[in-house]
């Protein structure tokens, strides 16, 4: 029995979002054929993006809202794959080498900042990934077409520099998920080779923090000090910690746009952090630990809640905009939950060690 307890204590937010889930499920009708299409599609696009997340979390840093640079990074890529009209998956795979450098450079950056505000990454990757989508706009709304050359009328604002809203990426739109597709039932087409590629990171990931600098990660993520008085580089391998979230957010946000087959040009990355960071938080993990099977339970169960909640919505008070209302609370009232659950321990931990000190 306490054992059970134990269990329960410990995956206490993903068994509360599963409920929440199929209360949302019997109540939105849906036809089953349906829904599970709609998950299919969630999870494949999706999946890659929250996994990002893991490395800084466990190299101390938290919550990483600067992935936003990475989605950043994979979409300049694809401005330009699609201007150059890069096609297929050849095409595809030209597009992420051609994001990488881009990445590392945002990455590095990004994790230079960090380290001059230790104890404080999260709220400052979440303003950097503000500032960061204020430099892009004005690039693409305001240079394109001024100082940098870019004649595409298929691309370019017809009455004025920048880009448009709206880019169709229809050479390159299924060029991973296209490749191997396994038909269940009508309407459901399980993407077999983008599956296979989420399952590649995921055993990338585990391998990883068996390697030595795997383990260097997490001597840094339960205490940097010591870690450092231990002889190991602690700001390198912090920076190192976010190019590599940074660079794989890129290649995710690739895998999320050419499921998609639309870019957003100036929205499709906005909310890359909070839902990734949502998702990974429903599925149990917190500031300071988090796995690759609560990344993807997490990711489950937070693309069915928006599957279903407008349905449920229409259902339950006869408005789909309530749903709508729901899943944006719950994204953003996870996240503050988790945050001042972080805040609420750190303080304890403190005082407790100031305690002991003084008892001593």
Same mark, same amino acid.
């Given at each position: 029995?306490?054992?059970?307890?134990? $269990?329960?204590?410990?995956?206490?937010?993903?068994?509360?979002?599963?409920?929440?889930? =199929?209360?949302?499920?019997?109540?939105?009708?849906?036809?089953?054929?349906?829904?599970?299409?709609?998950?299919?599609?969630?999870?494949?696009?999706?999946?890659?993006?929250? =996994?990002?997340?893991?490395?800084?979390?466990?190299?101390?840093?938290?919550?990483?809202?600067?992935?936003?640079?990475?989605?950043?990074?994979?979409?300049?890529?694809?401005?330009?794959?699609?201007?150059?009209?890069?096609?297929?998956? &050849?095409?595809?795979?030209?597009?992420?080498?051609?994001?990488?450098?881009?990445?590392?450079?945002?990455?590095?950056?990004?994790?230079? /900042? /960090?380290?001059?505000?230790?104890?404080?990454?999260?709220?400052?990757?979440?303003?950097?990934?503000?500032?960061?989508?204020?430099?892009?706009?004005?690039?693409?709304?305001? /240079?394109?077409?001024?100082?940098?050359?870019?004649?595409?009328?298929?691309?370019?604002?017809?009455?004025?520099?920048?880009?448009?809203?709206?880019?169709? =990426?229809?050479?390159?739109?299924?060029?991973?998920?296209?490749?191997?597709?396994?038909?269940?039932?009508?309407?459901?087409?399980?993407?077999?080779?983008t599956f296979l590629v989420?399952?590649?990171?995921?055993?990338?990931?585990?391998?990883?923090?068996?390697?030595?600098? &795997?383990?260097?990660?997490?001597?840094? &993520?339960?205490?940097?000090?010591?870690?450092?008085?231990?002889?190991?580089?602690?700001?390198?391998?912090?920076? =190192?910690?976010?190019?590599?979230?940074?660079?794989?957010?890129?290649?995710?946000?690739?895998?999320?746009?050419?499921?998609?087959?639309?870019?957003?040009?100036?929205?499709?990355?906005?909310?890359?952090?909070?839902?990734?960071?949502?998702?990974?938080?429903?599925?149990?993990?917190?500031v300071t630990k988090a796995?690759?099977?609560?990344?993807?339970?997490?990711?489950?169960?937070?693309? $069915?809640?928006?599957?279903?909640?407008?349905?449920?919505?229409?259902?339950?008070?006869?408005?789909?905009?309530?749903?709508?209302?729901?899943?944006?609370?719950?994204?953003?009232?996870?996240?503050?939950?988790?945050?001042?659950?972080?805040?609420?321990?750190?303080?304890?931990?403190?005082?407790?060690?100031?305690?002991?000190?003084?008892?001593?």
């Amino acid at each position: 029995m306490n054992q059970v307890k134990r $269990l329960v204590a410990r995956n206490a937010v993903p068994l509360l979002f599963a409920v929440v889930c =199929l209360l949302g499920v019997y109540f939105a009708k849906m036809p089953g054929q349906f829904l599970l299409m709609e998950i299919v599609n969630r999870v494949a696009r999706n999946s890659f993006l929250v =996994l990002s997340l893991i490395i800084p979390v466990a190299a101390g840093m938290g919550l990483n809202f600067g992935i936003v640079l990475g989605a950043l990074a994979g979409q300049i890529a694809l401005i330009l794959a699609t201007h150059w009209e890069w096609a297929g998956t &050849g095409g595809f795979l030209l597009t992420a080498l051609m994001a990488t450098p881009l990445a590392v450079l945002f990455g590095f950056l990004a994790g230079t /900042l /960090l380290n001059k505000a230790k104890g404080r990454e999260m709220i400052t990757g979440m303003v950097m990934g503000f500032f960061a989508n204020g430099l892009y706009q004005f690039v693409f709304l305001f /240079l394109v077409g001024t100082l940098i050359p870019f004649d595409n009328p298929r691309l370019r604002i017809s009455t004025g520099p920048g880009l448009r809203n709206t880019i169709d =990426l229809f050479r390159l739109k299924g060029a991973l998920d296209g490749l191997w597709q396994i038909q269940a039932g009508l309407f459901v087409r399980i993407p077999v080779v983008t599956f296979l590629v989420i399952a590649a990171l995921a055993v990338a990931i585990w391998a990883f923090f068996r390697t030595k600098l &795997g383990q260097e990660f997490r001597a840094i &993520g339960q205490d940097r000090h010591i870690a450092g008085v231990a002889g190991i580089n602690v700001d390198r391998n912090r920076i =190192l910690a976010i190019i590599f979230s940074t660079v794989l957010a890129a290649w995710g946000q690739l895998i999320f746009l050419q499921n998609i087959g639309t870019l957003n040009t100036y929205n499709s990355h906005e909310q890359v952090g909070t839902f990734a960071i949502a998702a990974l938080l429903i599925g149990g993990a917190s500031v300071t630990k988090a796995t690759i099977a609560q990344a993807l339970t997490g990711t489950l169960l937070f693309h $069915l809640l928006f599957a279903v909640s407008p349905r449920a919505g229409q259902t339950i008070f006869g408005s789909a905009q309530v749903g709508e209302y729901f899943r944006v609370f719950v994204a953003y009232g996870i996240i503050a939950i988790s945050l001042a659950l972080h805040a609420w321990q750190t303080r304890s931990a403190a005082k407790a060690r100031l305690e002991e000190d003084a008892s001593a």
